[in-house]
């Protein structure tokens, strides 16, 4: 797999994000554009689900690089992360070698001898046929130019965060056993992070910085009709406003994109074609989870329906339909 | 420029942004890999490469814009300004063609700066006015008295004066070879206007330059970012905005205790453990066995004072202490105004922003609606939850220690002291103030372990890391 041409400009960041179904800003697209000029790791910081494991992905396929993915968590180590060795491949050749390893110790009279002598054929059994590369490992040795995603590096413990320190300064990983492996290519880098806990300064240092916010009313509902594409208009621009609403009030979890998305498509199903009380009560647990935000999100919707209905009046008074009764299919 | 950006780097530093040597390095890198007509793009380069603390991008919005945009926009408006004031039939395009078709077959003799005038250039104005408030030396400007002397050097760099002297030569030229008494009406209007407008402007320019380095503007800003906001004068935005800051100092905490813990856990190798843990593979030792070095956890007593003026210290600590419960074996909260009572079930039942809601409303055990009174709060959890306390308990009371004038009952705060491992006060008057008025911390400091003043989220914060958690 060949990689595509290297980013020209910030518009043509943001120019092939889009062809890959990927609506950013300015913003993201002129951090993305340093980071693959100054090849430094991003470090991408944000509320959950408003795209910064997509972000990664999609700069890949837009550079049409192969994605590694490094997922973390706690009590992920180095050997989990860069290689480890295969010690049951080991012993397997070790069994099937007894007879050659008979002849290597034919002769010795002691056991110290006997030692000496497999000792020196010590690197058969450490050397790279045994080693199983990790995705780290695997980005620096890579033929091909790569993109390194760290997922969620904030759920890792703070010494797995020392070790990414020093690979991502110089992109080399040793094996004692082996010796100093270098990178062909430096990957790109992203490292996303929820925030759960704050990355170190030295960490940070060594990074760009983005930070992706909840995205404007505009551009949500852009990314809504790319991403459900049929969707009715008027039903489009209530939900994104209602959503905007919801994540302005004191909630325990704002709802994401993401679930915006989900709670598009589930409106669709229903065959909705504009925001119904009753309808967006129902389905509200798909984008909120706890009971409590539950109920604030309903007097706000309430209000806005409210406020919606007050100024159709005014605009123009005419005969309502009869309330057409929809019934819950969710729950 | 580069200066410039120097400059701009220690505004931030000095705002409290931390930026280090390398990532002001990695910001040039930055800058040479973009074009730069975009003031947003611009904005986004310095941002991701200096500042890497989400909580420090409003603090970098402001600082940027009072820096960077402030005297762009004020430029702008003085230009619009002279434009504006040209009458209606005025069309700037149609003059400034007609001037660049004369002035081909022209021979003059027109300065950088007159040529930026006669076209009206705003971007490269901007640049040189910079460029001669850099040679003027107005970043040694100190105070407002200075304004007129540092602007008259500027436009001595700039050669103002002859500057007007060419454009004068340029328009005799003009009317010798025969362009309109009528054009050159408007164009020696516009000249003249464009010339008041950057007048203006490089006073502006300089009284710009006092304010960036004006440090009770920067003072003014450190106060006003959240972790050092005085907690006598929060909003209830800031109140909310406060409780993510508190949520993630906690988690910072909590890493750093559990990064100290493992290497404290980490004790001797032990010989012992490890033959017999190694048995099965006959003797040879695969795993390695260390001793643990055991800790005994503490345990926490929170006595809180929930009056007005001094909820928003209890609420955080208690948010801090319940965040980080994992690091205690135990919490138990008691809150009081006068009466005392225990909080402890309402954090076991419901969650964590929930139950502090309650607890600083008095949770149903006491009034909240009543006259501090310490010594009555003290007796009674003398009298009543006084077997709680034993040698392996921190107490912590949270209170300002204004007692209107009852009887201070310090006797009871020895009590506990004697029985408890130590008693820390958290009081969010400054030591100055205490024993002051109606103000009995002076009565009780004698039997207080350790008592701090703490006042905002910065020194709450590094109170429950060295006090509470060590
Ligand atoms: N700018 C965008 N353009 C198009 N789709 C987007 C955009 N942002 C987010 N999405 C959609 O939102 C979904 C969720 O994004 P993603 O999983 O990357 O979020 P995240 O920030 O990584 O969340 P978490 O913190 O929970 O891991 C994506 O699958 C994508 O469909
Ligand atoms: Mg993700």
Redesign the pocket.
Known sequence: MKGLKMFDTVDDVEKRLLDQ????GKNIATIVYLASKLKKPVLVE?P????????AKVVAQALNQKLLRLQCYEGLDESKALYEWEYSKQLLYTQMLRDKIGEVIKGTTTLRDAAEKIGEQDDVFFSERFVVPRPLMTAITSEEPVLLLI??VDKSDPEFEAFLLEVLSDFTVSIPEIGTIHAKHIPLVFL?S?DAREMTDALKRRCLHLY?DF?EEAQELE?LR??VPGIDDRLAQDLVELIQRIRGLDLKKAP???ET?DWARALMVLNADKLDEAMVSDTLNIILKHQGDIAKAQTELSKLLQQKAAAAKAEQPQQVDPPVEKKSILH | MERKILEFTNLLRKAGVRVSVAEGIDAFNALDELSLDERDVFKDALRTTMVKRSDDIPTYDRLFDLFWSGFHDALREQMEQALGGMGADFDLEDLLENLRQALENMDVDLSDFAQAMLSVDINQLEQLIREAGEGAGVANIQNMLQIGFFSRRIMEQLDFEGAGGQLRELMDQLRASGMSEEELGELGQLMGAIQDAVRRSVRRFTELELDQRNHDYLERFRRESLQEKSFYNLTEEDVRKMRELVNRLAQKLKSIVSMRRKRQRRGKFDLKHTMRRNMAHGGIPFELVFRQKRKEKPKLIVLCDISSSVSNVSRFFMQFAYSLQDTFTKIRSYVFVAELGEVTQLFRDNDIYEALDQALDGGDVINPYTRSNFGMAFHIFWRDFLSTVDSRTTVVVIGDARNNYNDAKAWCVREIQKKARNLIWINPESPGAWGFGDSVMDKYLPYCDVAEECRNLKQLSRLVDHLIIR
């Open positions: 179904g990927y609506i950013c944000g959950a689900g408003v795209g910064k494991t997509e972000l997922d969620e996303t929820n992706i995205p990314i790319m991403k994401s994109i993401s998305l």
